[in-house]
């Protein structure tokens, strides 16, 4: 079950930030999204998930159209998604942040965990050999105790993306998982990317500044260039194409 | 038609009260965001400040004595910024919003305590008597003392727009109100323009609190029920904007003054938190305010 | 474990000092200090619920307490016979159920409706517009004229002792604990420590929200139906926005997101205070209504120095969850 977007456009006062954006994210497709600060990228993830209403266009999951519903809703419908800054509930513990997106499952009612009856204990520990495996899975486990703010940076990226994926989404948005790495930790968060996209079975969207990890980890990438996809296709065609120079070329930073 | 006109002059004393004080709401909201829940008190310890002078100093002119109280207001005001809110500055908003319940508590059992509870009127100052010309004109019963504190307090506003739009303070205030953060850099000296911004606030909440005492009366308390008013009309008319909290409080006044002369004057407060409240609720960042947007 | 022993403590304390043992030590004034902490107690907790772990800041809290005692008032002497009608002591507990069980349901009532309408706002806002509810509630009260007005609901029975106020303050105290320590408490904390994540990760905040604002308003009102049958005597002043700063004060002090923060906020503000009247009343009359100074002092001085509190997100070992397996 993919991601289906046609002609999606937003603009914030007279500034149109996305301009009748195009994907066709198949069922275990990863995709990157590519351009120069202030293109638009992470406004495409907004209006994904439901944090900006689109002026015009259609989102669809699956057969499903999402667009313009609450964030919430577009949540469990199965988008899950990473932030550029990271957003961890840094005074819960590290297990608590996982154990917190399972919410959904939790399966049991109010009255229950005010009671602790029978199936509340049942679940509840459920929940927690859940979220216990969730968390070897992606070593984390022995820093459970911990609180998620006082993690080491590269493990704070590890267990938002963790925790996107215990939501048990279809489809997972990566919002610059790589930026403020060290070459070191952008070689080790690619072979976790590689993993997820390989054990879960679920469709990657990579928005990146850095045009390595898009080149090692995507099938297929669009550049955006104030709010327009300015080319698309395969990574190594895509930064060969002039207006993509020209497009990163414009700002001081060249491409890597 | 003359007690229409008598309705009138009410609100507009009335109204020029709640502009008084929600002018020091407002200025210190647009400024380091802040709601300033002890403002009300300053009123009320203006108020006290005025009695004081005119009980202990019957000689003073009112033209002395209305400075003079301004003044003394305004010192206390910045010395309660300077105490308790500037090392606060940076902390969580919530910390720096009870620390203003606090001061705004200790003030009124300050008073409580040493001037006593009961309700008092400051001596009249001003003349008390009917303006013929009103009252041969237009048959409305319309006494000096409103229309001068009606008058008086128009000036102040005045001054305070001459103040911030016209002046290298009032520059500086608008520079702090648009970016907090970025003024530094330009060689403003933050500290002061707050300082200032809280002593104009007081010294304006003082000349509210004096009237209030000729043309009501004043208790310790008052400044709770009056200060909320008084942000109430802040909001309706768009915290952080002058014009608007001078708007809000004519409105809000006459709401309240048609209230009292037609429904009954027990239902004036539930009206006026009513009015907040639907306010709130179809502008949950009030009128002027605007939407900010989130930040993902 | 520890409820258990306070209970085992409570109900011969209770029955000794009915019975006038030992009146020097079991004087009936300690018992009623302890009956207010219990009070308070309850009414922190539920403010912590808010302000503590959901991060919000609603100033509004006494507001469903009077809602609390003006129905459980209402109930204790319109609706139901008088405890001397009944049996003894069963006839005591079938009242204190009832009016309690209503001063919860219309409190919890009021709170939802309130939480509904407010959904959208947050942060100042969302303060000023409980205050407002609070000031609007005790306006609304005033003009009642079958609860007294301004004058205030006299005649109540007498159905509350230190017992009925322990058990309900460990009641609250467990079932919130339980709760917070449940998926429905994660979700609160997480919309704490980072709303837009929390609502990503399909968290209806909205909805959580309006839980936690029946579920507080629920309990503040059980400490009003308890408050008006043990004060007998309850006028709209005694919940309007003093009383609420009062809350605020024992939240802070005691530390936010802490039960037993909040357990040591009410404890130690009540003993200081009384402490305080004491020894001005003993060493200096004149001076013995000056203590009112220190509890706002109190206040600024925390913010300014701890802003967490005594034991802001601490818990003492009987209110932590089991860290099982």
């Known amino acids: 079950m993919g991601l289906r977007i046609t002609d999606l456009t937003k603009s914030f006062g007279g500034l149109t930030a996305v301009d009748g954006f195009n994907l066709e994210l198949g069922d275990r497709d990863l995709q990157g999204i590519i351009g120069p600060n202030g293109a638009g990228k992470t406004t495409v993830f907004n209006l994904i998930t439901g944090v900006y209403a689109p002026d015009r266009g259609q989102i669809q999951l699956g057969e499903r159209p999402v667009s313009g519903l609450p964030s919430d809703a577009i949540a469990r419908a199965g988008i899950a998604r990473t932030f550029q800054n990271i957003r961890l509930f840094a005074q819960m513990t590290v297990l608590d942040n996982i154990t917190m997106a399972l919410h959904a499952r939790a399966g049991y009612w109010l009255w229950e965990a005010a009671f602790r009856t029978g199936n509340f204990h049942r679940q509840e520990a459920r929940l927690l050999a859940e979220s216990r495996e969730h968390l070897a899975r992606f070593g984390l486990l022995d820093r459970q105790r911990e609180s998620a703010g006082s993690l080491p940076y590269g493990e704070q990226r590890r267990l938002e993306i963790a925790r996107a994926l215990a939501t048990g989404p279809k489809v997972l948005l990566l919002d610059e998982p790589a930026a403020g790495m060290n070459p070191r930790e952008v070689e080790e968060l690619i072979q976790l990317i590689q993993q997820v996209h390989r054990d879960f079975s679920l469709a990657i969207l990579l928005i990146e500044h850095q045009l390595p990890v898009v080149m090692e980890l995507c099938r297929e990438v669009q550049v955006l260039d104030f709010g327009q996809t300015i080319a698309s296709g395969a990574p190594q065609e895509v930064v060969r194409n002039p207006l993509v120079i020209e497009a990163y070329l414009g700002e001081e930073e060249a491409p890597a | 038609m003359d007690t229409i006109i008598q309705q009138l002059f009410n609100a507009a004393q009335l109204g020029a009260v709640y502009a008084l004080i929600a002018l020091g709401y407002s200025m210190v909201y647009g400024i380091i965001r802040l709601i300033n829940f002890a403002h009300g008190d300053i009123f009320m310890l203006g108020g006290f400040i005025g009695l004081l002078l005119t009980t202990r100093f019957g000689w003073m002119p009112f033209y002395l004595l209305l400075p003079l109280a301004m003044l003394l207001t305004a010192l206390v005001g910045v010395a309660i910024e300077r105490v308790a809110y500037r090392r606060l500055r940076n902390a969580q908003r919530m910390s720096v919003v009870i620390t203003t319940l606090g001061v705004g508590i200790f003030l009124e059992n300050l008073v409580r305590l040493t001037v006593g509870p009961e309700t008092r009127q400051i001596p009249a100052r001003l003349p008390s008597a009917p303006v013929v010309w009103l009252q041969q004109h237009l048959g409305a019963f319309v006494t000096w003392d409103k229309l001068l504190i009606i008058l008086i307090s128009l000036a102040l506003m005045a001054i305070l727009w001459l103040v911030v739009n016209r002046t290298l303070i009032g520059t500086a205030m608008r520079a702090v109100a648009d970016n907090k953060d970025a003024v530094p850099l330009m060689g403003v000296n933050l500290n002061l323009v707050i300082a200032v911004t809280f002593a104009i606030g007081s010294a304006l909440a003082a000349a509210g609190g004096i009237f209030y005492g000729q043309a009501y009366s004043i208790d310790p308390y008052m400044g709770i029920d009056l200060g909320w008013k008084a942000f109430i009309a802040a909001v309706i008319g768009g915290i952080g904007s002058i014009e608007g909290a001078v708007l809000g409080s004519f409105l809000l006044a006459g709401v309240e003054v048609i209230t009292v002369a037609y429904l009954s004057s027990n239902l004036k407060n539930g009206i006026a938190f009513g009015l907040l409240i639907l306010l709130l609720l179809v502008w949950p960042w009030g009128i002027m305010g605007k939407p900010t947007l989130k930040k993902v | ?325």
């Open chain 3, 1 to 325: 474990m520890v409820c258990t022993l306070i209970l085992a403590l409570a109900l011969p304390l209770q029955l000794s000092v009915d019975a006038g043992l030992f009146p020097d030590v079991l004087n009936p004034y300690y018992l009623h200090l302890l009956t207010i902490i219990g009070m308070n107690i309850i009414l922190v907790a539920s403010l912590n619920l808010l302000n503590g772990y959901l991060g919000e800041f609603a100033l509004g809290h006494a507001g469903f307490m009077a809602v609390g005692a003006y129905t459980a008032a209402l109930l204790a002497t319109k609706a139901l016979p008088s405890a001397a009608a009944l049996p003894p002591v069963l006839g005591t507990c079938i009242i204190l159920v009832v009016t309690l069980g209503g001063a919860m349901l219309m409190a919890a009532g009021i709170g939802y409706l309130i939480g509904l309408v407010t959904f959208k706002t947050v942060g100042d806002y969302l303060a000023i517009i409980t205050l407002g509810f609070n000031m609007i509630i005790v306006n609304a009260i005033q003009n009642l004229d079958f609860v007294g007005g301004p004058r205030g609901f006299t005649g109540i029975p007498k159905n509350t002792n230190f017992l009925a106020v322990a058990v309900c303050a460990l009641l609250t105290l467990g079932l919130l604990r339980n709760l917070i320590q449940s998926s429905f408490g994660r979700v609160w904390v997480s919309i704490r420590e980072n709303a837009i994540a929390a609502e990503l990760m399909g968290v209806s905040i909205a909805k959580a929200k309006n839980w936690a604002f029946t579920i507080a308003a629920a309990f503040a009102g059980l400490a009003g139906g308890l408050w008006a049958q043990n004060q007998q005597f309850i006028t709209p002043r005694s919940f309007d926005y003093i009383k609420t700063t009062e809350i605020l004060v024992m939240l802070y002090l005691g530390g936010m997101a802490s039960l037993s923060g909040s357990i040591l906020g009410v404890v130690a503000y009540t003993l200081l205070m009384e402490l305080l009247r004491n020894l001005l009343s003993a060493f200096a009359p004149q001076l013995a209504e000056w203590r009112m100074l220190i509890s706002p002092l109190i206040l600024i001085v925390i913010m300014l120095t701890r802003q967490t509190g005594l034991l802001g997100n601490r818990e003492w070992r009987w209110l932590r969850p089991r860290q099982g397996a």
